[in-house]
């Protein structure tokens, strides 16, 4: 069974730095693209990053520039979002998803499936 599961996320303070992971099981994860989304309740959800399958292109939203960067480690099936200077409106629930193709895309419908998401709390 395909499926992604995401760790890593807490509360940090403001400023702070945070290393989200993204594991891959029961599917090709060379083959595509990740993305990560995040989704505070009540909104919709929001593009951060994305990488493509090689690893060498990737995608940041404006929500992210300049502070959060993506890596992948193709040995250990794994996605990274690397945080830092972390602000309060960061807060909010961060889910992976694997693309549809191998390009990474900004794009929520280009995405097919989602791991359950891991919570992001970012005090002031």
């Known amino acids: 069974e395909a499926q992604l599961v995401e760790s890593g996320g807490g509360l940090v303070q403001a400023g702070g730095s945070l290393t989200l992971s993204c594991v891959a099981s029961?599917?090709?994860?060379?083959?595509?693209?990740i993305g990560w989304f995040r989704q505070v309740a009540g909104k919709e959800r929001e593009f951060v990053a994305a990488?493509?399958?090689?690893?060498?292109?990737?995608r940041i939203g404006d929500v992210a520039k300049g502070r959060f960067s993506v890596s992948r480690d193709t040995g250990k099936n794994t996605i990274f979002l690397h945080m830092s200077n972390l602000k309060p409106e960061d807060t909010a629930m961060y889910y992976c998803a694997e693309a549809f193709g191998g390009s990474p895309s900004e794009d929520f419908f280009e995405y097919n499936l989602w791991g359950p998401g891991v919570q992001v709390t970012v005090s002031s």
């Open positions: 990488i493509g399958w090689s690893g060498a292109s990737t």
């Open positions: 029961g599917f090709t994860f060379d083959d595509y693209a």
